[in-house]
C-alpha cells in the first residue's frame, strides 16, 4: 500500500495570509490526526478526524481548522498565519480503532515571512 | 494533564554498548505508550508500543507504573540505531491523539 502523502512539501506565505494543507491517508484508513512540529515546542497534536468528524482537538487556536472528506482525505487550513506557524506539519493516519498505530506522513514545511 | 518527559535531548553511545533512553510520563488514567523513531531524511515511524510486548531492532521498552516511566533499552547498540527517538503517550479512550515528548538524538559511534 502506499503510504501517507501530504502536499505540498514545502510552502512559503507571509503574515496574514491563509494556507491549506493536504493529506491522504494510507488507502482504508479512516482516522486522520495533525501534528505541528517546531523545534521550541516539539511535537503537538492538532486535531483528529474519523468519518469526517472532528474526534478530538488539541489546544490551538481557532484559526487552525480541518476537515476530512469522504474519501478520508484530510485538510487543515490556517488563517491569518503568524511568524510563529511556522513549522513541519504532518499528518498521521491509522485504520479506525482508537489508539491504533499511526503512520505519518513525510510532512509540509510552512514558512512565514 | 498528560505529559511525557525526555530528560535527555542528546544520547552518545558506543557501539556494543548498552543503550537506555529515558521517558517518564504524567498522566491521571491507563495510559497506551509508544516509542516512535525518525532516522535522518525518513519520516515518524511506530518503533513499539507497550501493549504489544514487542522486541523490534532489538530493542524492549517496560512500562513501569509505579515510577511512570516507559525507558526504551537495547543491550547492544549498533551504528544503524544513531537517530531522534520519541516517546509518546496516547490519553484519550476513543480518539487516536499522541502527546510526544522532545525527544533523544540517539548517536552510536563506531
Known amino acids: 500500500k502506499a503510504g501517507v502523502t501530504q502536499t505540498p512539501r514545502y510552502l512559503i506565505k507571509t503574515r496574514g495570509q491563509q494556507v491549506t494543507l493536504s493529506c491522504s491517508p494510507i488507502s482504508g484508513h479512516r482516522s486522520v490526526s495533525w501534528y505541528q512540529q517546531t523545534p521550541g515546542q516539539g511535537l503537538q497534536f492538532l486535531f483528529e478526524?474519523?468519518?469526517?468528524?472532528?474526534?478530538n482537538k488539541g489546544n490551538f487556536p481557532g484559526r487552525f481548522s480541518g476537515r476530512q472528506f469522504s474519501n478520508s482525505r484530510s485538510e487543515m487550513n490556517v488563517s491569518t498565519l503568524e511568524l510563529g506557524d511556522s513549522a513541519l506539519y504532518l499528518c498521521a493516519s491509522s485504520s479506525e480503532g482508537a489508539k491504533d498505530t499511526q503512520y505519518f506522513g513525510p510532512g509540509t514545511r510552512l514558512t512565514v515571512l | 494533564a498528560q505529559r511525557v518527559t525526555q530528560p535527555e535531548k542528546l544520547l552518545s553511545v558506543f557501539k556494543g554498548a548498552p543503550v537506555e533512553l529515558k521517558c517518564n510520563y504524567s498522566?491521571?488514567?491507563?495510559?497506551?505508550l509508544f516509542w516512535y523513531v525518525q532516522y535522518s531524511r525518513q519520516r515518524l515511524q511506530l518503533l513499539l508500543r507497550?501493549?504489544s510486548r514487542e522486541s523490534i531492532k532489538g530493542f524492549t521498552a517496560d512500562l513501569n507504573k509505579g515510577e511512570t516511566s516507559f525507558h526504551l533499552k537495547k543491550p547492544f547498540a549498533q551504528e544503524e540505531d544513531s537517530a531522534m527517538y520519541y516517546c509518546a503517550l496516547s490519553g484519550w479512550t476513543g480518539a487516536n491523539n499522541l502527546f510526544f515528548g522532545t525527544g533523544t538524538r540517539l548517536t552510536v559511534i563506531p
Open positions: 498522566y491521571s488514567g491507563s495510559p497506551e
Open positions: 507497550h501493549i
Open positions: 478526524y474519523f468519518s469526517e468528524t472532528q474526534r
